[in-house]
Each structure stands twice: as structure tokens, then as C-alpha cells.
């Protein structure tokens, strides 16, 4: 059972990208029309998109609902809102240059879309450190040649590593690749891994799904499809010394978004989210058990 605690990523340690924002910064003193839209540039450096509902002038949209529809974040910062959902795209690449402040010996892209990832590391000095491309074509379930040669290419949606140099104050830099069309990241979290134990056998994984299925008086179904979260239900081993901090851990972040592992050999087991619940059981002379309900954000 692993965790990845990301680091918050702003304009201030967001370095480099190709991704440009298309939006107008909102004017003061401009007259805006119906379906305008422009971008918010926060304190922090990020950028929020809202779209006009009427027309105005001289009204902040961060503070006027009623005059402008808050669309989230803009392309650029979408994948950084710490949300799967929202996606930052661009035609044949997303290129992103990160500077880490402290340590950060893991990494998780959610909800890719592309054909491989390379990743590099450089460190404080600006020498290379980590160089590695990462292709995302699937091989789960292919296990013989006719399925080689002749299944449906699949392509895995997540990428996590941890084990990028542990070194400090480094430049993280991923190019997410789809040549010919259009690259997209719905999550980027780079940080410190922390493990608690042991899972063990009998984990549960499964989905909650918010799509609305209806039926009329004649028996008529109409569904409307949304987003599903993804739920784990597991216990893990955690040794005597590690019980005290485990719970620290966990209490610090209750109400934060974290990336969880519960199991490497289950990528379907990855969720980002909360815990909806943990009870530490001492059971044992050297080990207790952990048992956690995690639910995952759209």
C-alpha cells in the first residue's frame, strides 16, 4: 500500500510547456458580449476560464456568477487542478518542465492519451540525470502469440514511477507523445512516495458510476452517461514502528487528493482521491493491520 503525495504545482514552479493559452485575459474595460469567454489569472499563476451569460463591463467574473459561468480550469492548468476529469490537449504533444523544490522520487500521469512518455530528470546543475520513454501500448491479458500478432492494440491510460533520482531541488520534464493527433493528461502529480505495508490478499476494486439511467411509463430506458470514480476497499500489514507515523500520515491528509497504490501488479487498482475511512487494528506483536476504503475523484 503506497502513496504518492503530490506537490503543488503554480505558475511559480511551472517552468516550461508547450501548451498556449488561447484565451483573453479578462479586462476591466472591455465590453463583453454573450458566450465571450476569457481567462482569470490567480494569485497563485493559474488560470481559470469563464464564459459570459450576459453582457457586462467592469465586473470581475470571480466575483459576479450571475454575469459569467465559471468553465474551470484553462487548457494549460487543467492537468494540474487535481481533478482526472479535466484534461489539458494539444495536437502531437503536451510538453510540461517542472522545478522541484525539495525531493520527489515519484511520478503518476492519469487519463493519458498518447502513444509513449519520455521523461527527464535533470539536476540542480542542469546535468541529466533520468532520460527514459515510457511507450503506453497496453500488453495486459496478451498471453499468446495470436493475441500478439492479432488483438486490438490497446493503450494503458496511467503512467507511474517511482523511482526517479531522490535528488534535490531537480527540473522534471515529461513529453506526453501522440503523433499526428491530439496528446492529452487529465492528472500530473509529481512527489514523495510513502509506503505503509503489505496489502493483502482479498482487496476489492470496483467503480461508482454517476451516469443517470432512467425509464419512462412504457419501459423505455434513456441513459445519460457521466463520470464513474474508482472505490478500493483493502487492509495492509504495517509494522510496529511504522504505526504511529502511518496514522499521522493519514490524519494529514484527510481531506487532500493523493495518488493511491494499493497493489503495483493492479494498475486498476490506482485511483486518485480520499479515504473514506481507516481503522489501525494492533493485532499482532510486530505487525498491525490497516484497513482503508478509498474512493476516487471523477
Known amino acids: 500500500m503506497k502513496i504518492i503525495l ?33 481567462r482569470v489569472i490567480q494569485a497563485d499563476g493559474t488560470g481559470i476560464a469563464y464564459e459570459a451569460l450576459a453582457g457586462n463591463t467592469g465586473k470581475d467574473p470571480a466575483e459576479n456568477p450571475a454575469e459569467w459561468l465559471d468553465l474551470g480550469p484553462t487548457n494549460l492548468w487543467a492537468m494540474f487542478d487535481k481533478k482526472v476529469g479535466t484534461r489539458t490537449v494539444l495536437e502531437g504533444s503536451v510538453d510540461v518542465s517542472i522545478d522541484v523544490t525539495g525531493r520527489a522520487d515519484s511520478l503518476a500521469l492519469l487519463n493519458l492519451t498518447g502513444t509513449d512518455v519520455d521523461v527527464v530528470v535533470a539536476d540542480a546543475d542542469g546535468n541529466t540525470i533520468y532520460d527514459e520513454n515510457y511507450p503506453l501500448v497496453s500488453v495486459d491479458g496478451i498471453d499468446n502469440w495470436y493475441d500478439y500478432f492479432f488483438a486490438e492494440i490497446e493503450t494503458t491510460d496511467k503512467l507511474i514511477l517511482t523511482d526517479l533520482p ?64 474508482g472505490t478500493v476497499v483493502a487492509r495492509a500489514l504495517v ?59 471523477t
Request: glycine content about 8%; overall charge negative; some cysteine.
Open 6 to 38: 503530490p506537490l503543488e504545482i503554480t505558475g511559480a514552479n511551472l517552468i516550461d510547456t508547450n501548451v498556449t493559452e488561447t484565451l483573453p485575459v479578462w479586462d476591466e474595460a472591455t465590453a463583453y458580449v454573450t458566450a465571450d469567454q476569457v
Open 166 to 229: 531522490n535528488n534535490y531541488n531537480t527540473t522534471v520534464r515529461i513529453t506526453v507523445n501522440y503523433a499526428d493527433a491530439t496528446a492529452g493528461v487529465g492528472w500530473f502529480a509529481i512527489g514523495r512516495l510513502v509506503d505503509f505495508g503489505v496489502t493483502e490478499k482479498g482487496m476489492g476494486i470496483g467503480i461508482t458510476d454517476y451516469s443517470l439511467k432512467e425509464a419512462d411509463d412504457f419501459g423505455n430506458l434513456f441513459v445519460s452517461e457521466r463520470p464513474y470514480s
Open 239 to 297: 509494522e510496529k514502528r511504522r504505526v504511529d507515523p502511518v496514522y499521522r500520515t493519514l490524519a494529514g491528509i484527510r481531506a487532500t487528493p493523493v495518488v493511491w497504490i494499493p497493489a503495483d501488479a493492479y494498475t486498476s487498482s490506482i485511483v486518485v482521491g480520499f479515504f473514506r475511512e481507516f481503522k489501525i487494528a494492533i493485532e499482532y506483536p510486530t505487525y498491525s493491520l490497516c484497513n482503508i476504503e478509498i474512493e476516487g475523484l
